[in-house]
């Protein structure tokens, strides 16, 4: 049974950089899989940030898309979210989630999700 | 962006009764639908992918229907533990998009 865990700081200052990591266990974030991010602000919907391949290819949201890098670090089995200069609009629950690699591309596993807030 | 629009955003029903959740598209995506339950401070789960399709172990009371720009997501017999928030999302182009949700709680 695959599981993803999001950790990172829970509190990251306006202008600095949001980095939060997920930990897959149960299977190798090498096979043939998309590994996600996607954001909820308190209260509101879902909103996809980016994916990333197993051979680095990378799909990102085109309104973060100056601000968002997702890396993956086989050696760890982890994929990494980074965004940067962050405002309050950036408060949300974060989510990683893998999607599978064929059509019909759902989003089978997620993390529990970890809250940052955007605040000085 | 492909907009997805659900309705109601909010619904209260009965046990038992018969419940309706619609999706429309900003433009055609085919039957590149998926739907989703959030329960309250947990992940998303998958119910219905392409549009119709019951994801395994999802019990048979739920059911998606449509294609193209119009979708519905029917619960047939609501349980006490269908109260959640349902996402509609769009995977036919780059960016993925949800719809706003509709919150359903029991009368």
């Known amino acids: 049974q695959v599981q993803l865990q999001e950790s990172g700081p829970g509190l990251v200052k306006p202008s600095e950089t949001l980095s939060l990591t997920c930990s897959v266990s149960g299977g190798s974030i090498s096979t043939v899989h998309w590994w996600t991010w996607v954001r909820q602000p308190p209260g509101k919907g879902l909103e996809w940030i980016g994916e990333?391949?197993?051979?680095?290819?990378?799909n990102y949201h085109p309104s973060l898309k100056s601000r968002v890098t997702i890396s993956l670090d086989k050696s760890k089995n982890q994929f990494s979210l980074q965004l940067s200069s962050v405002s309050a609009a950036d408060t949300a629950v974060y989510f990683c989630a893998r999607k599978i690699y064929s059509a019909p591309y759902y989003f089978d596993y997620w993390g529990q999700g970890t809250l940052v807030t955007v605040s000085s | 962006d492909i907009q997805m629009t659900q309705s109601p955003s909010s619904l209260s029903a009965s046990v038992g009764d018969r419940v309706t959740i619609t999706c429309q598209a900003s433009q055609g995506i085919r039957n590149y639908l998926h739907w989703y339950q959030q329960k309250s401070g947990k992940a998303p789960k998958l119910l219905i992918y392409?549009?119709?399709n019951l994801e395994t172990g999802v019990p048979s009371r739920f059911s998606g229907t449509g294609s193209g720009t119009d979708f519905t997501f029917t619960i047939t017999s609501l349980q006490p533990d269908d109260v959640a928030t349902y996402y509609c999302q769009q995977y036919d182009n780059l960016p993925y998009t949800f719809g706003q949700g509709t919150k359903l709680e029991i009368k």
């Open positions: 392409d549009a119709t």
């Open positions: 990333i391949y197993r051979d680095g290819s990378t």
